[in-house]
C-alpha cells in the first residue's frame, strides 16, 4: 500500500506552484490593487464599505432636473416669498459625491478591466432600484419597472455587452429581479447645437429603440447611469422615453458631482 504522505507533500507543493502562477498571471492583468491605491486587495475595505454605504437622493442639486412650478414677482396672500419654486422631474439616487475613492471606482470601472467592481456596485445600487420600483409600483406586481441603462457617451459608446452602463443595468437585474433593456440610439446625448435634422433623427433613433418591442410595454422605466453632474443627460433620456408613452419614475447613479447639504433618504 502506497505511504500517502508520500504523494501528498508533491501534490501541495504543486498545487502551490499552480495557486502561484496564476496569482502572477492574474497580478500582470489586473495588479493586485483597489482603485484607490491600497495593496494586496482588488477592493479594500473601505471602498467595499463605500459601495456598501445606502444611496441618497441627490435630485434637488442637480439643475438641469428642475422644473419650474410657480413664480412669484411679489410675495403670495398665503405669504410665500416672491421667487420661482422648482419641483425636480425625477428622483436620482446616488451611492455618494463623485470625488476621492468613489470618483476612483467609478473610473477604474469605466476606463475597464475591472469588471470585478460590476457586482459590487450592483449591490450597493440594488437596495435604491428596489425603493424606486415600490414607490413606481402599479396594481399588479409582475409589472415593475424596467431598468434602461442610459447610453454611453459619444466616442466611447461600444456594443451591447461591453457598455458598462448596460453591465450595470445588468447586474442590478439579477440582484433585484427586475428586467433591463437596452434603448437603441443616440438617446444619452444632449440635443445642443445639433440642426434640425440632426434632432429628427435622433428622434427617430430613439424610437426605433428595442424598448417598445420588449414582453414588458408600457412598463415604467427606472435609468441606469454612472455619474450624474448636472442632470441633463437624464433629463434628456427621461423626456425622449416619455415621448414613447413611457412613464419613467427615477434613476440610479453610482456618483452624483454635488450631494445636497442636508441628505434625504427614500
Ligand atoms: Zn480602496
Same mark, same amino acid.
Given at each position: ?7 501528498a507533500a508533491p501534490r501541495r507543493r504543486a498545487a502551490e506552484l499552480l495557486v502561484a502562477i496564476v496569482r502572477e498571471t492574474c497580478g500582470l492583468l489586473v ?73 476612483? #471606482? ?6 475597464? !478591466? /475591472?469588471?470585478?467592481?460590476?457586482? %459590487?456596485? $450592483?449591490?450597493?445600487? @440594488?437596495? *435604491? ?39 450595470l443595468a445588468a447586474a442590478i437585474s439579477r440582484r433585484t429581479g427586475l428586467p433591463w433593456e437596452v434603448l437603441r440610439g443616440t438617446l444619452g446625448e444632449g ?42 443627460? #437624464? ?6 422615453? !416619455? /415621448?414613447?408613452?413611457?412613464?419613467? %419614475?427615477? $434613476?440610479?447613479?453610482? @456618483?452624483? *458631482? ?9
Open positions: 500500500m502506497r505511504d500517502p504522505t508520500r504523494t495588479p493586485l490593487e483597489c482603485p484607490c491605491g491600497s495593496e494586496g486587495r482588488l477592493l479594500c475595505e473601505d471602498c467595499a464599505g463605500l459601495l456598501a454605504s445606502e444611496a441618497l437622493r441627490v435630485e434637488a442639486v442637480c439643475d438641469a432636473l428642475q422644473l419650474v412650478q410657480d413664480v412669484r414677482v411679489r410675495a403670495g396672500e398665503d405669504g410665500a416669498p416672491a421667487g420661482v419654486d422648482h419641483r425636480p422631474l425625477l428622483p436620482v439616487m446616488a451611492l455618494g459625491e463623485y470625488a476621492g475613492p468613489l470618483q476612483d #471606482l467609478v473610473l477604474a470601472w469605466k476606463n475597464g !478591466g /475591472r469588471a470585478h467592481l460590476v457586482p %459590487v456596485l $450592483a449591490r450597493g445600487l @440594488a437596495p *435604491a432600484a428596489r425603493a424606486l420600483a415600490a414607490a413606481g409600483e402599479e396594481p399588479d406586481p409582475g409589472r415593475g419597472p424596467v431598468l434602461v441603462p442610459v447610453p454611453s457617451r459619444l466616442g466611447s459608446r461600444v456594443r451591447r455587452g461591453e457598455d458598462h452602463t448596460a453591465q440635443q445642443e447645437g445639433r440642426t434640425a435634422r440632426q434632432r429628427r433623427r435622433r428622434h427617430l433613433a430613439v424610437r426605433s429603440g428595442s424598448l417598445p418591442r420588449t414582453r414588458r410595454e408600457g412598463a415604467p422605466v427606472i435609468l441606469v447611469d454612472d455619474v450624474v453632474t448636472t442632470g441633463a443627460t #437624464l433629463r434628456a433620456s427621461a423626456e425622449a422615453i !416619455g /415621448r414613447l408613452g413611457i412613464e419613467v %419614475v427615477g $434613476a440610479v447613479v453610482v @456618483a452624483s *458631482a454635488r450631494l445636497p447639504a442636508t441628505r434625504t433618504f427614500p
